[in-house]
């Protein structure tokens, strides 16, 4: 007769859920996301987005009230695109979205992931999604991966104060998942107006994801990478490239072969 397998004990448990990406309870209940939500009562007012300095009243973007399910994606999307366009400044947009809860991946993260670096600078990057380190300390790239963004772009002779960062999306993914596509959609707006206000001369989409939702292809990152391409910020056409995210070449460091020239072809880009 077989015996069975000792149960795992409370450790070995935290260290499995740990090992699979859960590391951090997002409630003290169970939510049973099956169930059909009921309806929100009708006199559940939407909160207001507050009104950007110096800027018309920004479009009603806030949608769902605190502790409300999140609006539909497409309402969500649409009130994004509304409120996007509205925001005048960095500032602005920084603030509207720390007042939009039309993405329900703010509610499971910890705080806003804005940019990081310099807000004049001629280059920024663009990554998919903060993870655990970015949502500790609410800067993009503060990981592993960003420490090699950090030494890539110091082989260009550039550091944080040369360069814009920030991501697709601005919350992090619970347990660092994939974001949903519905999800991506409902941030889009906010990262293009995000780059329409940076006015860089150089955008740079690090991995597929990001690669993928701004700069419009399908194909994977091998085939469209360190190919220039224009991009239009609505308020000019700009330059893109794609190279390889700095979490692809941690796992795959054979391909900082291919990676370098890319960056040798946008140092090449911003000397012009
Ligand atoms: N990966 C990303 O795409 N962005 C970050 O900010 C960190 C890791």
Redesign the pocket.
């Known amino acids: 007769m077989m015996t069975p397998e000792p149960l795992p004990d409370v450790r070995q448990l935290l260290a499995f859920y740990l090992e699979a990406g859960v590391d951090c309870a997002l409630a003290d209940e169970p939510i049973n996301r099956l169930v059909e939500p009921e309806a929100a009562p009708a006199a559940a007012a939407p909160r207001q987005a507050v009104a950007p300095q110096g800027g018309r009243p920004a479009a009603p973007a806030i949608i769902a009230p605190r502790g409300e399910p999140p609006p539909p994606p497409d309402a969500a999307i649409a009130s994004a695109r509304e409120a996007a366009r509205t925001a005048p400044t960095l500032e602005a947009l920084r603030e509207l979205l720390e007042n939009f809860d039309g993405c329900a991946l703010k509610q499971t993260a910890s705080r806003l ?1 804005f940019a990081d670096g310099n807000p004049q600078a001629r280059i920024m990057l663009v ?5 655990r ?2 949502d500790i300390e609410g ?5 592993r ?2 420490k090699l963004l950090d030494r890539m772009i110091s082989a260009i002779g550039l550091d944080r104060s040369k360069v814009y ?1 920030a ?2 999306i601005p919350w992090r993914p619970p347990g660092n998942r994939t974001p949903t596509p519905q999800e991506t959609q409902i941030c889009l707006p906010f990262i293009r107006r995000q780059i329409e206000l940076v006015d860089p001369d150089v955008l740079v989409t ?2 597929n ?2 690669t993928q939702s701004l700069l419009g292809t399908t194909e994977g990152i091998m085939r469209v990478r360190g190919k220039w391409r224009d991009y239009d910020t609505g308020k000019r056409t700009i330059r893109a490239i794609a190279t390889f ?3 692809y070449l941690l796992r795959s460091p054979s391909y900082k072969r291919l990676a370098w020239q890319d960056l040798r072809s946008i140092a090449k880009m911003i000397t012009v």
């Open positions: 992931v990554g998919e999604a903060p993870g380190d970015e800067l993009p790239f503060v990981g991966s960003g960062i991501n697709v690090l991995g994801p990001s995210h700095p979490a």
